[in-house]
């Protein structure tokens, strides 16, 4: 099972950037897809998660309205957009597969998801 995150970079404060996640070795209609982050001296945070199977979508407060996460089935591929960046969404960012019932992905800590990929850095600086 292998994910991989890309797309990060520097981005001024109020820009924009897409995460990409290509998932592999796994049925994904059985999984959900979460979106973690890790800021410096923090812990792993999830910031959004989607079911794979019903596109059911998860945020936290924090994100709701700038982020947007997508999938597409054919490419076996998930998508972070993120708009209106600030300075406390800087952080590695790293997609992880769970399977577990949906109203269960918010609380299953980062430890517990089954396959952590490669993270990415995305930092908003002027």
């Known amino acids: 099972v292998q994910l991989q995150a890309s797309g990060g970079g520097l981005v001024q404060p109020g820009g924009s950037l897409r995460l990409s996640c290509v998932v592999s070795?796994?049925?994904?209609?059985?999984?959900?897809i979460g979106w973690f982050r890790q800021a410096p001296g923090k812990e792993h945070r999830l910031v959004a998660a989607i079911s794979w199977q019903s596109a059911d979508r998860f945020y936290i407060d924090s994100v709701k309205g700038r982020f947007t996460t997508s999938r597409d089935n054919a490419k076996n591929m998930v998508y972070l957009q993120m708009n209106r960046l600030n300075a406390e969404d800087t952080a590695v960012y790293y997609c992880?597969?769970?399977?577990?019932?949906?109203?269960?992905?918010?609380?299953?800590?980062?430890?517990?998801?089954?396959?952590r990929g490669q993270g990415t850095q995305v930092t908003v600086s002027s």
């Open positions: 070795g796994i049925t994904l209609d059985d999984y959900a």
């Open positions: 992880a597969a769970v399977m577990g019932p949906w109203t269960q992905i918010p609380t299953i800590p980062w430890r517990s998801w089954a396959s």
